[in-house]
């Protein structure tokens, strides 16, 4: 499948949070032309291939045929083709990119001559940058060198203090993996001088790339705080409150954010606001002439302010306006809102709107000193005359790009994606809500069998969570493991489960009642589809990924419903091991969903809640998914449990994997994997390819596999066996 290339965040969004974020189209600054990025996998070669289309505004409603400017293929996990920018001149992007078995470094390209300049060549990879709008200031983050002299291992050993185990078991082998200790490096690189490393006390992340302005004078960073100031405690943000409690007593950094500010000219960087920084609504822009910035997300100084005042500042997270160097502080809104873009030579900025269940866009402009919502007086795109290039899709139509005159409202096809798919039966989709066992209601996807036959019942398939409504899914919201139209098509129906209609599921996060409230709604799943004649309850299958790994796990060990298979995919657990893994980490999430930590009167919560001290109850044949190598220990705890009970569990092991699967193959091993599980467990049907007969042995020898006695009441039978 062809798709359009954004960060990894967006692409389980809707296309209009696609659109509002502006990753379809990347216009010149003058608006005369603008590229698309696409990518698709190449499962022969194990790669993701990378094209990046020019278009030219003038001629697409006569000839919108694109003009390949470019093509990068990445065999690792990373995309061949990111970041893209232009330079002010129009006629040069930027962007970080890599071909296989190569490390991504910055490159120059010249759309015009075609010409290709790597701008960067570190020894490591580079996982960010920014540059200035001329294309001659760089500031880029790179994975730090972490190998350490074998002799120096063996002759000194490794001392503990505050790694994570991953980080323990990398030394010398494996790819680098940030931790709470360990995190990419910050560099400058300036014409004709050699890069120029800046120190940071704190750790810096890809996820939080530079912002550099536009004339390259300075750059805003966003960084996890190592040294929380104790002041940060009177915010009153429940969430934040609780992480600024457990990093004062914390040797690593915290996962708390906060702005600081790099003078690119003298190296030195302070923070912009002394105050931290929220990861919901976070955002920035700089103003053209980059006398100041703007930033969303941001606490408010409470220093100097008094009573009223301070409890109010206390309360919200803002968007702020700060000019440089003088530090001077203008509220731009208090309303919950991230920034998308400040307009060019303009005193104009966008903002997402998130107060609502649908975001909007907000419009502000300063007048004086004071920023008004403008929003609707002039829409910015056609201030711009620029046309609109958005995508478009929906639960049954696939992804395509179309482009919009907006003085006029005409409107084109630029793009389909994937006209192949004419020549496809595809599962249908129809958006369906069901209330949960506890009362509340939940929206989610029903994808159906091509043949689908109402007076028939079939075998179901849940996969747990991501539905965004209107988006068309191949497989899901993410590519590990789910995989909803190829299993609809073996004839399983699949349910795709969405998010409470009240927007309320945040507030059980963390909790004690995460786990009852997501076991509610896979009770009220099933039987709302059973009432309604869909499907056979005694051939039903739950696939869980990444969170809900604990959610249902919790369910398997909590409920009274039966499940006929599981797959539980590199998640989280509320598990011990796992708790036991990240001894220094601020993120103690299996001490809140268990009701405290596992000592003293905790450990009888953790007995009573944790799912891994309830294996006993588990009797579904459970396919285990580990990406990585922490991700395979993580495992291990309900591997082990499970075997020993003697009960069905098979564990598949991607030691190249990440979280969100991208290479072809490990995706094949993921999803075609769970395609081949499903119907084995709930049809009892086999496929045929010899390669596969592996597997299916496996799978049969775990059908006949005796259950242990192990943790059966007292009396019953030792379960050691007599070996003489």
Known sequence: M???????????????????????????????????????????????????????????????????????????????IRSVKWLRDGARLAFLGEGPGETPQVYILNVFTKQLR?????????????????????????????ARPVGKIEHQGIVVTTQGLDELLAQNRGPYVPSWTLAEELYVRKPHQSEKNIP??????????????????????RVLVRKVPTAWAEYKDEHLHKLVEQSLNSEIASPIQQYLLLDIATGKS?????????????????????????????????????????????????????????????????????????????????????????????????????????????????????????????????????????ASGQKALLLDLNPEFDQLELASAKRVQWQAADGHWVEGALFLPPDYTPSIRYPLVIQTHGFVNGKFYVDGPWSSAFAARPLACQGIVVLQVGYATANDDAQFVNTTMEGPRAMAVLEGALDFLDRTGVIDRSRVGIIAFSRTVYE???????????????????????????????????????????????????????????????????????????????????????????SHLGRPVDYVYIPGGIHILVKPWHRNVSQQGNVDWFTFWLKGEVDPDPEKRGQYDRWFALRQRPESSLGEAEGAAPVGRDLR
């Open 552 to 642: 249902v796990s919790y369910t398997l060990t909590h409920s009274s419903y039966r499940f006929a298979a599981v797959t539980l995919a590199d998640g989280f657990d509320g598990g011990y091991l796992q708790y036991l893994a990240y001894p220094q980490s601020p993120l103690v999430d299996a001490a809140y969903v268990n009701g405290g930590p596992p000592v003293g009167n905790g450990l009888q919560l953790w007995l009573r809640n944790s799912p891994e001290f309830n294996l006993d109850k588990v009797h579904s044949p459970v396919r285990l998914e580990a990406y990585g190598r922490l991700s395979l220990i993580s495992g291990w705890e309900r591997f082990s449990m499970l």
């Open 2 to 80: 062809r798709r359009l290339a954004m960060p990894e965040g967006y692409t389980s969004g809707s296309a209009e949070t696609i659109n509002r974020a502006g990753f379809v189209a990347q216009f010149s600054p003058d608006g005369k032309r603008f590229t698309v990025l696409l990518r698709r996998g190449d499962l022969r070669h194990n790669s993701n291939n990378y094209s990046l289309l020019l278009f030219e505004t003038s001629h697409l409603f006569r000839s919108a045929n694109p003009k390949l400017l470019l093509e990068m293929s990445s065999s690792s996990n990373r995309p061949a």
């Open 200 to 221: 940071l006390a704190d750790l810096m992340i890809d996820s939080l790339p530079p912002l550099v302005s536009p004339r390259g004078r300075y750059a805003l960073l």
């Open 270 to 406: 302070a923070p912009l606001l002394n105050t931290p920084s929220s990861v919901q609504n976070a955002g920035a822009a700089w103003a053209w002439d980059e006398k100041s910035v703007a930033v969303s997300g941001a606490y408010y100084p409470l220093e100097g302010t008094q009573d009223a005042q301070r409890s109010r500042l206390s309360r919200n997270t803002y968007v702020l306006e700060i000019s440089i160097p003088q530090r001077r502080i203008v509220e731009i809104t208090d309303r919950p809102a991230s920034i998308l873009r400040w307009l060019a030579g303009s005193k104009r900025i966008i903002l997402e709107l998130h107060d609502q269940q649908k975001n909007a866009e907000l419009a502000l402009e300063k007048h004086a000193r004071v920023w008004k919502d403008v929003t609707g007086r002039i829409p910015p795109e056609k201030a711009l005359a620029r046309p609109e290039v958005t995508l478009e899709e929906d639960l049954n139509i696939r992804p395509k790009i179309f482009v919009t005159n907006p």
């Open 118 to 146: 790597k701008m960067t060549h570190h020894a490591t990879p580079v996982v960010a940058y920014d540059i200035d709008e001329q294309g001659s200031t760089i500031v880029f983050e790179a994975e730090p060198s972490v």
